[in-house]
């Protein structure tokens, strides 16, 4: 063979002379378990910065919303437990521009066991409590459910509708009622509903809606739903997009109703009020050579932390041999 041609002084020659076993540190149970900490902590950390990388930090600032616009859209995704053709919906602001959304909206028949039974938590002052409000990413108009062509117990409205950007009224009701000429029979009345969306704007990512997967639920004909949302103008800008939307928050006050000539209709009341101050929300990114330093700084002060403590403990069990001077005269 070829390397049996290869002189024996250059086969056996090593340039990294091996140190005698004698000299050699002994390995302990102690260095391979402080050695399996490091490694799980080292991985950990790495871990966490991957992911403070890939998230970002969000920074929230307060303005004065100056921008002037005249329009905005009300996404709306919700189903009630009512056929179609006993349900109207319509919007009408302050500007006494009326919208009748019914044919805005696409209509489908569906059943009740369709609808979400998901109740939105109320506190003891009537506001929802936002901390258990449900924190997923805004639905598209893309939810499957039963189509019923010849009718169904329930109907789903889903789409968007165009309103100008003042305070406005947002009302599904039965036609007629409230005016004392309606034909659809009180028994038929049933406004329990279950919202899987309701937004003002385009979605930016982590955005809360307060209304979003909650359930209002009534076992009166007679019954009408209030919500009273406060619309932020909202500003997100991060290194990909420059998003101009709208957040909310609410308060509920549901009432029954009474029946006759001129009373209140029921129905599910969305009011919408414009404030002053807005919110920008500025989204960052730490670069990818600052977050491999620290993974790298962090796991250096571990090593030598992790050394430090085998050491010590090395130190603590060693039991010296004895010296010459420490020897027996016999030996």
Not at 77 to 97: E, G, H, N, R, S
Not at 246 to 265: H, K, W
Not at 290 to 319: C, P, Q
């Amino acid at each position: 063979m070829f390397t049996d041609k290869i002189p024996e002084g250059i086969r056996v020659f090593d340039a990294f002379p091996k140190v005698a076993k004698t000299y050699r540190k002994q390995r302990s149970s102690q260095g391979g378990l402080l050695s399996i900490i490091l490694a799980i902590c080292i991985t950990c950390i790495s871990i966490m910065e991957f992911f403070f990388y890939f998230q970002g930090t969000r920074e929230q600032q307060f303005f004065v919303y100056e921008t002037i616009s005249e329009h905005m859209n009300i996404n709306l995704d919700m189903t009630i437990a009512m056929p179609c053709k006993f349900l109207q919906v319509d919007v009408l602001d302050q500007t006494m521009d009326h919208v009748f959304a019914t044919e805005v909206f696409t209509k489908q028949e569906t059943t009740v066991e369709d609808m979400r039974h998901e109740p939105l938590p109320v506190t003891s002052t009537g506001s929802f409590d936002a901390a258990d409000l449900r924190r997923t990413r805004r639905k598209k108009f893309n939810k499957k459910s039963k189509t019923l062509p010849d009718g169904g117990s329930a109907c789903r409205f889903y789409g968007a509708v165009t309103v100008h950007r003042t305070q406005g009224l947002l009302h599904i009701t039965a036609p007629g009622w409230g005016y004392g000429m309606s034909n659809i029979p009180l028994n038929a009345l049933n406004f329990t509903h279950a919202i899987d969306e309701l937004s003002f704007g385009d979605y930016y990512p982590s955005l809360v809606n307060a209304l979003d997967g909650s359930y209002g639920f009534t076992d009166e004909h007679a019954f009408a739903f209030q919500y009273y949302t406060s619309i932020i103008p909202t500003t997100y800008t991060s290194t990909f997009r420059n998003v101009q939307t709208n957040q909310y928050a609410v308060t509920e006050n549901s009432v029954r109703r009474q029946t006759g000539f001129r009373s209140d209709p029921p129905g599910i009341f969305i009011s919408y009020d414009i404030e002053p101050l807005g919110i920008h929300i500025r989204e960052t990114y730490p670069s990818l050579g600052n977050t491999i330093l620290r993974i790298l700084a962090i796991s250096g002060g571990l090593v030598t932390v992790t050394t430090w403590v085998e050491r010590f403990y090395a130190k603590r069990n060693h039991t010296p041999s004895p010296g010459l001077l420490d020897k027996d005269e016999d030996d």
